[in-house]
């Protein structure tokens, strides 16, 4: 009984497929064993939410399954985007699935599995605070020189001379 059920499922997923246009990169492969998940993951939890409008722990972990199953490296983007309309509505799993599988290609391009966009975004973000230190120091020495002249004037001490 099992069987029938499995392979009633497995043809409406299989003709789900047939249906569904998918983007020309989901034809590439990606093998997450070179791919640090574990930085993903919150992307992947605020995208959901966002796309959902709903915190939903279910889809989340169900996606984190789809990704971190040992049994199988390699996922096929289409069947996963196919199981996510279930949850979500076609336009939002499609959304989700074609910016996800284009992390994990980047991912997987790089030494450290993290995608090349985080590894900007965290580059800006650190120049962004090296140059906010750059600027609060600018003004420190901007105050301390004003802060000298005004000592100069009147007198080392900063007392008035009379």
């Known amino acids: 009984m099992a069987d029938r ?9 299989a003709a789900s497929i047939r249906a ?27 995208r959901l939410i966002e796309l959902m409008r709903v915190e939903d722990d279910v889809v989340v972990e169900y996606v984190y399954s789809m990704l971190e199953d040992k ?3 390699i996922p096929d983007p289409k ?6 309309v279930g949850f979500m509505d076609k336009y939002g799993a499609a959304a989700f699935m074609d910016e996800l599988w284009k992390l994990l290609l980047s991912a997987q391009a790089t030494v450290g599995g993290v995608p090349a966009e985080f590894i900007e975004a965290k580059k800006k973000e650190i120049e962004a605070a090296r140059a906010g230190n750059a600027a609060s120091g600018d003004l420190e020495g901007q105050m301390r020189a004003r802060s ?14 009379a």
Not at 5 to 13: I, L, N
Not at 79 to 84: A, F, I, P, R
């Open 5 to 13: 059920t499995d392979a009633r499922f497995k043809d409406k997923e």
């Open 20 to 46: 569904t246009k998918f983007p020309a990169h989901f034809a590439e492969r990606v093998d997450l064993r070179k791919v640090n998940i574990s930085v993903l993951r919150p992307w992947i939890a605020k």
């Open 71 to 73: 049994d199988k490296p």
């Open 79 to 84: 069947k996963m985007q196919v199981n996510l």
């Open 148 to 161: 000298d002249a005004i000592g100069d004037r009147n007198g080392r001490d900063g007392r008035v001379s």
